[in-house]
């Protein structure tokens, strides 16, 4: 069964740095479409990054983070991190990974297009 977890939120100051990794597991990962949302207490959930792998790994970011947030795949690991600096109190949420297991779905911008849900990390930025 396909599982995803994620790891490395915490509590920083406004222009700090973290680092997430979102672990995937019963898999095979050929093509691996994988994607960052995030979300806040009675807020829709908000894609922010994700991370397609054709012939390179082609990536694509929401306006709010690009320049700042950089998504990248571990091929040792199974492992996709979303390196995340010069942080803003506007990055507070759940950090939630999602694995979209099925070729024919888009590997789009929406919660549609993903079945495989991490249970979230949670990062907080104080100003």
């Known amino acids: 069964q396909v599982h995803l977890a994620e790891s490395g939120g915490g509590s920083v100051q406004a222009g700090a740095s973290l680092r997430l990794s979102c672990a995937v597991s019963?898999?095979?990962?050929?093509?691996?479409?994988v994607a960052w949302f995030r979300q806040t207490p009675g807020k829709e959930r908000e894609w922010i990054a994700r991370?397609?792998?054709?012939?390179?790994?082609?990536?694509d970011y929401d306006e709010s983070v690009e320049g700042r947030f950089v998504i990248s795949r571990e091929n040792a690991k199974a492992s996709f991190t979303l390196q995340m600096n010069n942080l803003k109190s506007a990055d507070t949420a759940t950090y939630i990974c999602?694995?979209?297991?099925?070729?024919?779905?888009?590997?789009?911008?929406?919660?549609?297009?993903?079945?495989?849900w991490g249970q979230g990390t949670q990062v907080t930025v104080s100003s």
């Open positions: 991370i397609y792998h054709t012939l390179l790994d082609d990536t």
């Open positions: 999602a694995l979209r297991t099925s070729l024919e779905n888009y590997c789009g911008k929406e919660t549609k297009y993903y079945d495989n």
């Open positions: 019963g898999y095979t990962y050929n093509r691996p479409c």
